[in-house]
């Protein structure tokens, strides 16, 4: 009702409540615009005002709220607490509670209260501010579970440290009591590692070579040197080459460490092979005196035969001549086994004397050719010769051994080739080389024993039972020939179909 003609002090008290209206306004409108759920609530714990934020955050409407107790949403027991401290102390901050939600979602809130009191300082009841929670209580969770994981992931690595460390320790410890020596250069080919064996057979102390280049380790001590003249500086891969220190025989091999590209070092492997050496040396030596003790009765008894068979000594009848017959023969088999005993002996002991000629291959193979006609005649084995399609120029070899090689392939050829088959002898001339090649149509070899081929007293399962006699050192002696010429000698063969033995030497002049 508007009064008519005010009085100042009437017109004072309208200013004063139009005041006190846009005050309560502001008041209404910023508890409703705080973004932070709060409410009032009486000292008795029943709600009295609530914002939009509060509504929002527990899922009751205002209806639902206002007049109804506080512990309907955050339970009796937060509820009384959190009204009685505010009565004691006037406020609290801070306290992290449960809020349940209309929908029973539980939400962690932390709960901020002040004390009400009206204009005659009697308390009416608090100011309740809440601050949700989730999204820190996530993080934290989350953070948890990160920080568990890496834990687990510090556990794992602690114990793999430890089992690494123990393998480590085994390793080492294989590695020292090894017999053999072991060194590692690593990748940029400085010694990384060597063991006590390696030390002590190339008598050197670890701590003066660890982290040398090879320059530097063949100037710090000469039992270095042959080791590094094998190996070369970029520590080649090598397969048991000897090196000789002082009195030992050592052999070497070396591996790559890692794939080529990732060469991470090489592996150096020394073996103590003199006594190997020694053993090896002792039986040539056996079998070299052995030989030469057996060859003088064996010559004796090979001329007192002859004589017998030639009648100087008187006629013998047919069938003493048949029963001496059969003993000369025996006895030329023992010479040559221990002529071919000899021979090896020879090589081993690296004295397998060369005499350089000059000769035509052509020239040897037909020799060789013509002291097998009559036992491939013998034999019913067809023995043909192919003539090289350009003129072969002359080699410088020692013809008597060639001689001996061409021989024993083409003696080999008729003996392990059933009658009626054929023996093919033919000549090459490449740039820088000839081969001569022993083709048969014989009994072969088995896939799985040609690896053995060339090796001593070698004599394949298929030909022991044709009763073929032999020694096994034919193709031996061969190879060590051909080799010492700087040539090559090889074999293809299909059991039962044949065989093709060749070999070729290089043309040096
Ligand atoms: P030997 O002939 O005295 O046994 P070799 O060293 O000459 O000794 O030959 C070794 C072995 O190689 C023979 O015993 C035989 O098993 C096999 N061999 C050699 N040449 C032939 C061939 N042409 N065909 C089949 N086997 C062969």
């Not at 399609?389 to 020692?398: F, G, H, T, V, Y």
Request: charged residues 25%; contains cysteine.
């Amino acid at each position: 009702m508007e009064i008519k003609n005010p009085t100042p002090e009437q017109n004072k008290i309208a200013v004063l409540l139009d005041d006190l209206s846009s005050l309560e306004s502001y008041a209404r409108d910023l508890f409703s615009f705080l973004p932070l759920p709060v409410c009032l609530v009486s000292s008795i714990g029943i709600i009295l005002e609530t914002n939009p934020a509060l509504e929002k955050i527990s899922g009751y409407s205002t209806e639902e709220l206002i007049g109804n107790p506080l512990e309907n949403f955050i339970g009796k027991l937060d509820a009384n607490r959190l009204i009685k401290e505010t009565l004691e102390k006037g406020s609290l901050s801070s306290r992290e509670i449960v809020l349940t939600t209309k929908d029973k979602k539980k939400i962690y809130v932390s709960a901020s209260t002040l004390l009400r009191k009206n204009d005659q300082g009697e308390t009416i009841g608090c100011f309740m501010g809440l601050f949700d929670l989730t999204a820190i209580k996530e993080n934290e969770q989350d953070l948890h579970k990160s920080q568990s994981a890496l834990l687990n992931i510090l556990e794992d690595v602690v114990e793999e440290k430890g089992k690494a460390e123990e393998e480590k320790n085994k390793t080492s410890a294989v590695i020292a009591n090894l017999t053999d020596g072991l060194m590692v250069f690593d990748s940029q080919n400085n010694l990384s590692l060597i063991n006590p064996p390696a030390e002590k057979l190339l008598r050197v102390k670890k701590d003066a070579v660890y982290n040398k280049s090879p320059d530097e380790l063949a100037s710090l001590t000469d039992s270095f040197k042959p080791l590094l003249t094998i190996l070369g500086k970029e520590i080649k891969e090598i397969f048991r080459q000897e090196i000789i220190i002082e009195d030992f025989t050592l052999e070497i091999s070396s591996v790559s460490i890692g794939a080529s590209k990732n060469r991470t070092g090489s592996l150096i492997i020394v073996h103590d092979i003199t006594r190997e050496k020694g053993i090896e040396r002792m039986k040539t030596e056996f079998v070299s005196i052995a030989a030469h003790q057996l060859r003088t009765p064996l010559s004796v008894i090979k001329w007192a035969l002859s004589l017998l068979l030639e009648g100087d000594v008187g006629e013998l009848s047919a069938e003493q001549k048949n029963v001496i017959g059969k003993s000369y023969t025996s006895n030329e088999r023992m010479i040559t086994l221990i002529n071919d005993l000899l021979d090896v002996a020879r090589i081993e002991e690296g004295r397998y004397l060369y005499k350089l000629v000059t000769a035509k291959l052509e020239n040897l193979a037909q020799a060789a050719l013509s002291s097998c006609r009559e036992i491939a005649a013998k034999r019913n084995i067809k023995l043909e010769y192919q003539k090289p399609a350009k003129a072969l120029p002359e080699l410088m070899i020692d013809a008597e051994k060639i001689t001996f090689a061409i021989q024993n392939l083409v003696e080999n050829a008729i003996k392990y080739t059933p009658p009626g088959g054929q023996v093919t002898v033919s000549l090459k001339y490449d740039t820088n080389k000839v081969a001569l090649s022993v083709k048969d149509t014989g009994v072969g070899i088995s896939q799985e024993q040609q690896n053995r081929l060339f090796t001593k007293f070698f004599r394949a399962n298929n030909i022991m039972r044709m009763e073929t006699d032999g020694t096994g050192l034919g193709l031996f002696i061969a190879k060590n020939i051909i080799e010492a010429h700087g040539g090559q000698i090889r074999c293809q063969s299909q059991e039962n179909k044949g065989s093709t033995f060749s070999f070729s030497l290089p043309i040096n002049n």
